[in-house]
């Protein structure tokens, strides 16, 4: 079992920038993978970006590439998803989950096997 607690989300305008942190806990050195999705109201989750958590390969959905930034901390098992210049479009509940098989489908949250219970985060135009 992996458990995960999200923080950081929050009420923003737009072009500001948010962190958002995944402490991982349990059987930790199972993880394979750790993403983060989002879900806005009325749409299917979606993924944002994710993180081999050994080698540390980073993945980006097309339409947060260079603007979000996805770290992951082995030692304190936690993993960060730096936000910068955020539009309302990035609207939505974010999730991180944890893939703790090889991972094939990187961007399908139906490959991850474990997730946090999300946090919000709202960006106002």
């Known amino acids: 079992q992996v458990q995960l607690v999200e923080s950081g989300g929050g009420l923003v305008q737009a072009g500001a920038s948010l962190r958002l942190s995944c402490v991982a806990s349990?059987?930790?050195?199972?993880?394979?993978?750790l993403g983060w999705f989002r879900q806005a109201p009325g749409k299917e989750r979606e993924f944002v970006s994710a993180v081999t958590w050994f080698y540390g390969t980073t993945y980006y959905a097309s339409s947060v590439r260079g603007r979000f930034t996805i770290s992951r901390d082995i030692a304190k098992n936690t993993a960060s998803l730096q936000m910068n210049s955020l539009k309302p479009v990035d609207s939505a509940v974010y999730y991180c989950?944890?893939?703790?098989?090889?991972?094939?489908?990187?961007?399908?949250?139906?490959?991850?096997?474990?997730w946090g219970q999300g946090t919000q985060v709202t960006v106002s135009s």
């Open positions: 989950a944890a893939d703790v098989q090889t991972t094939v489908r990187t961007m399908d949250p139906r490959e991850y096997d474990y």
């Open positions: 349990g059987r930790t050195s199972r993880i394979n993978t």
